[in-house]
């Protein structure tokens, strides 16, 4: 479905649900990762974007202090009052919102003094990896900030956002997928520094664009093994700030050469966890480098190369993914192709000529389907705009 098919049909449930138009309605994309895996909560640097698919959430004050909020897509309902809001184990999806309405008040919901009537629906595929969880507590936060005016900058919204990941959904993320989703430019890439949580935009250049190519494969990051890769980087990080000269707070700090001479204090697998976002993080820097000389070629060679540390280091691949970097390989319109965000499961990015883009669709699935018996959703991506109120 088109974002406009989406706006349209979201506004007409609500008028039909509640007898009225929304009062407010606001709108945040999903993202994709083009390269710097797991770097955001190491304090390191990301290339991604937003992208052309989203989510809409549409709000109206209620009378009382009751708050009915509503999935469109499966009609399925929540009811809580400001006064009560914590997170559910049931409709597990009503918890981003919740987590967001409950942090863009900082606990004290009570303090909104009325509640509201709100319905969300979208169109990023769910499970994978192009956080439609981020999209939709960017938007909720919009519209909340528009309906109570409250204000906040972009970047203080991400943090909520986040935090209702943390302790609302149970995902201990880093920024990327907010702070992508808040400040994606059309045409362009986000280029995130973590450590100083500077957000800044950078032309991607004509002839080129992304595919998205969706695996079958299951891809959550709440069940502990994204926490267990975060865990071991905060590990390494300790270990080498015991180690080094110089002040250490997280693996952004540590260099190639300094993980070489010193991993063997490490044990084996912490030490191939840390290498993977350190390797990111020269590879961002590079990457920027080379795109400023239009070399999407060497571009994409680093996104292969950030593949490869995924899956033989950080070993957040599956080879559903593997399979699907390897069909990319052998097609010379391709420049690059990596796993995407979490890992896992979830898709892989891929750097493309565009005009060629049925081709690498077809060959793409032919080949996925020969191993898997099944075929990925491929579909192109033109780097969008960031969230804002329609
Ligand atoms: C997920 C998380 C992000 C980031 C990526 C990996 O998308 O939500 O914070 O860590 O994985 O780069």
Same mark, same amino acid.
């Given at each position: 479905?088109q974002? =406009?098919?989406v706006?349209?049909?979201?506004v007409s449930?609500f008028?039909a649900k509640? /007898? %009225?138009?929304?009062?407010?309605?606001?709108?945040a994309?999903? @993202?994709?990762?083009v390269l710097?895996? #797991?770097?955001?909560?190491?304090?390191?640097y990301?290339?991604? $974007?937003?992208?052309?698919?989203?989510?809409f959430?549409?709000?109206?004050k209620?009378? /009382?202090?009751?708050?009915?909020l509503?999935?469109?897509?499966?009609?399925?309902?929540?009811?809580?009052?400001i006064?009560?809001?914590?997170?559910?184990?049931?409709?597990?999806w009503a918890n981003y919102?919740?987590?967001?309405?409950?942090?863009l008040?900082d606990? !004290?919901t009570?303090?909104?003094?009325?509640?509201?009537?709100?319905m969300?629906? *979208?169109?990023?595929?769910?499970? %994978?990896?192009?956080?439609?969880? %981020?999209?939709?507590?960017m938007?909720?936060l919009?519209?909340l900030?528009k309906?109570?005016g409250?204000?906040?900058?972009?970047?203080?919204?991400? !943090?909520? /956002? =986040?935090?209702?990941?943390h302790?609302?959904?149970?995902?201990?993320? *880093?920024?990327l997928? =907010?702070?992508?989703? &808040?400040? *994606?430019?059309?045409?362009? &890439?986000?280029?995130?520094d973590?450590?100083?949580?500077?957000?800044?935009?950078?032309?991607?250049?004509?002839?080129?664009a992304?595919?998205m190519?969706?695996s079958?494969?299951? #891809? $959550?990051?709440?069940?502990?093994?994204y926490?267990?890769?975060?865990?071991?980087?905060e590990?390494?990080?300790?270990y080498?700030a015991?180690?080094?000269?110089?002040?250490?707070?997280?693996l952004?700090?540590?260099?190639?050469?300094?993980?070489v001479?010193?991993?063997?204090g490490?044990?084996?697998?912490t030490?191939?966890r840390?290498?993977h976002?350190?390797g990111?993080?020269?590879?961002?820097?590079?990457?920027?480098e080379?795109?400023?000389?239009g070399?999407l070629?060497?571009f994409g060679a680093?996104?292969?190369d950030?593949h490869?540390s995924?899956?033989?280091?950080?070993?957040?691949?599956c080879?559903?993914?593997?399979?699907?970097?390897?069909?990319?390989?052998?097609?010379?319109?391709?420049? /690059? $192709?990596?796993?995407?965000?979490?890992?896992?499961?979830?898709?892989?990015?891929?750097?493309v000529?565009?005009t060629? %883009?049925d081709k690498?669709?077809?060959?793409?699935? @032919?080949?996925y389907?020969a =191993?898997?018996g099944?075929?990925?959703?491929?579909? &192109?991506i033109?780097?969008?705009?960031g969230?804002h109120?329609?």
């Amino acid at each position: 479905m088109q974002n =406009q098919q989406v706006y349209d049909e979201l506004v007409s449930k609500f008028e039909a649900k509640w /007898g %009225a138009k929304p009062e407010i309605v606001a709108y945040a994309p999903g @993202r994709i990762e083009v390269l710097g895996n #797991h770097t955001d909560y190491n304090e390191g640097y990301v290339f991604s $974007a937003a992208i052309d698919k989203g989510t809409f959430f549409a709000v109206s004050k209620s009378e /009382g202090t009751t708050c009915s909020l509503t999935a469109a897509d499966l009609m399925e309902t929540v009811e809580f009052d400001i006064s009560d809001v914590k997170p559910v184990k049931e409709m597990t999806w009503a918890n981003y919102v919740l987590g967001s309405f409950n942090w863009l008040f900082d606990g !004290k919901t009570a303090d909104a003094k009325y509640g509201f009537k709100a319905m969300f629906l *979208g169109n990023i595929p769910l499970g %994978a990896g192009l956080s439609s969880s %981020a999209a939709l507590e960017m938007c909720t936060l919009l519209a909340l900030q528009k309906m109570y005016g409250i204000e906040k900058d972009k970047t203080e919204t991400a !943090k909520i /956002g =986040q935090k209702a990941e943390h302790t609302f959904a149970g995902c201990p993320c *880093g920024l990327l997928d =907010q702070a992508s989703s &808040l400040y *994606g430019k059309a045409g362009a &890439l986000v280029k995130s520094d973590f450590r100083y949580n500077t957000f800044e935009n950078v032309s991607l250049g004509e002839g080129v664009a992304f595919m998205m190519v969706k695996s079958n494969a299951k #891809h $959550a990051l709440v069940d502990g093994a994204y926490a267990s890769r975060r865990q071991a980087c905060e590990d390494a990080a300790k270990y080498f700030a015991s180690i080094l000269r110089k002040p250490v707070t997280h693996l952004r700090d540590v260099t190639m050469a300094e993980w070489v001479l010193y991993r063997g204090g490490l044990s084996e697998t912490t030490a191939k966890r840390a290498v993977h976002p350190i390797g990111e993080d020269e590879r961002v820097l590079q990457g920027s480098e080379l795109l400023d000389k239009g070399d999407l070629k060497g571009f994409g060679a680093l996104m292969y190369d950030s593949h490869e540390s995924s899956r033989n280091w950080f070993e957040n691949s599956c080879e559903e993914l593997d399979a699907i970097v390897d069909a990319a390989k052998a097609i010379p319109e391709v420049y /690059g $192709a990596r796993l995407s965000g979490g890992g896992f499961g979830g898709s892989c990015c891929l750097l493309v000529d565009p005009t060629a %883009a049925d081709k690498i669709a077809s060959q793409i699935s @032919r080949e996925y389907k020969a =191993q898997f018996g099944d075929e990925p959703e491929c579909q &192109l991506i033109n780097p969008s705009d960031g969230a804002h109120l329609v």
